[in-house]
């Protein structure tokens, strides 16, 4: 049984930074397409980054693109999401997720999902 653990959220400022964490368990992810998406009061969840665990390729939403920068370790199945220069429209619940397989900015063709951490960003 595949599980993600995220950790890493909180409350912070504006222009301040935090680095989400997701942690995967229970499978190999060889040819996985990891990633973060992320959902605020009253709005759909929305992609915000993933990146591609053969090769490394990263893919950014254009509201986070040059303060987002997402990573992987593979010796230790994490994902993380280094965020910079937070605005309070950051402020969601964002959820590590997984699929097997090419990316996708659907949420629909994630098939695994962590249970989801808090960002507020104070202005």
């Known amino acids: 049984q595949v599980q993600l653990v995220e950790s890493g959220g909180g409350l912070v400022q504006a222009g301040d930074s935090l680095r989400l964490s997701c942690a995967a368990s229970g499978r190999t992810f060889s040819s996985a397409t990891m990633g973060w998406f992320r959902q605020a009061p009253g709005k759909e969840r929305e992609f915000v980054a993933a990146?591609?665990?053969?090769?490394?390729?990263?893919y950014y939403a254009d509201s986070v693109k040059g303060r987002f920068t997402i990573s992987r370790d593979n010796a230790k199945n994490t994902v993380y999401v280094q965020m910079t220069s937070l605005k309070p429209e950051d402020t969601a619940v964002y959820y590590c997720?997984?699929?097997?397989?090419?990316?996708?900015?659907?949420?629909?063709?994630?098939?695994?999902w962590g249970q989801g951490t808090q960002v507020t960003v104070s202005s």
């Open positions: 997720v997984v699929k097997d397989g090419i990316m996708s900015y659907q949420p629909s063709r994630y098939t695994y």
């Open positions: 990146i591609r665990w053969t090769d490394g390729r990263t």
